[in-house]
T-cell receptor, first 115, second 117 residues
Framework: AQKITQTQPGMFVQEKEAVTLDCTYDTSDPSYGLFWYKQPSSGEMIFLIYQGSYDQQNATEGRYSLNFQKARKSANLVISASQLGDSAMYFCAMRLTGANSKLTFGKGITLSVRP | GAVVSQHPSWVICKSGTSVKIECRSLDFQATTMFWYRQFPKQSLMLMATSNEGSKATYEQGVEKDKFLINHASLTLSTLTVTSAHPEDSSFYIC?????????????FGSGTRLTVV
């Protein structure tokens, strides 16, 4: 069965600095997708970045980049130049291939950006 | 971009009553809808998967008679919490997958905060 692990306690970062949020996963399926979502206190789920298991390069989306280490089964999110609005809960999630494939979420990490 | 409209955004109901939550896909056809439940500071837990025109598939431990899911059309899926109790108070959120050439995407509703008093 697939599993997503986020073990960091609440994270703190100074405004304008970079921060890495850890995520490891476990699956025996060779084809899968990894997602990061941001959930502010309002509750909405905001898509940040996606990495496919066959992608050759690490994904990047603006200030977000994904450090994908397939052999280690890790997919860490790097946020550069942190902003106060980045304070939120962050979830790593995985999807296996197949029709109607659901997302499996990690338990999440709370990030607080200090001014 | 794709939008899933979820209503209501919050609701307070009395114990023993039923509450219906709707998720509508506004600009695409949602053949599948995932329903999640989230307690404060915790992760999203999948409750059930609904497919248009067929019965929902419930995750282990989810009471199908308490959480009624209907997916009657390609744009509407509903979750009804029947005979609600205070322990059903939670954040409920729906999500519809979208199949794209390079990667699948998931569009989430904005969530419903249910409080049962």
């Amino acid at each position: 069965a697939q599993k997503i692990t986020q073990t960091q306690p609440g994270m703190f970062v100074q405004e304008k600095e970079a921060v890495t949020l850890d995520c490891t996963y476990d699956t025996s399926d060779p084809s899968y997708g990894l997602f990061w979502y941001k959930q502010p206190s309002s509750g909405e789920m905001i898509f940040l970045i996606y990495q496919g298991s066959y992608d050759q390069q690490n994904a990047t989306e603006g200030r977000y980049s994904l450090n994908f280490q397939k052999a280690r089964k890790s997919a860490n999110l790097v946020i550069s130049a942190s902003q106060l609005g980045d304070s939120a809960m962050y979830f790593c999630a995985m999807r296996l291939t197949g029709a109607n494939s659901k997302l499996t979420f990690g338990k999440g990490i709370t990030l607080s950006v200090r001014p | 971009g794709a939008v899933v409209s979820q209503h209501p955004s919050w609701v307070i109901c009395k114990s023993g009553t039923s509450v219906k939550i709707e998720c509508r896909s506004l600009d695409f056809q949602a053949t599948t809808m995932f329903w999640y439940r989230q307690f404060p500071k915790q992760s999203l837990m999948l409750m059930a998967t609904s497919n248009e025109g067929s019965k929902a598939t419930y995750e282990q431990g989810v009471e199908k008679d308490k959480f009624l899911i209907n997916h009657a059309s390609l744009t509407l899926s509903t979750l009804t919490v029947t005979s609600a109790h205070p322990e059903d108070s939670s954040f409920y959120i729906c999500s519809a997958p979208q199949y794209r050439v390079l990667a699948m995407r998931y569009t989430f509703g904005s969530g419903t905060r249910l409080t049962v008093v």
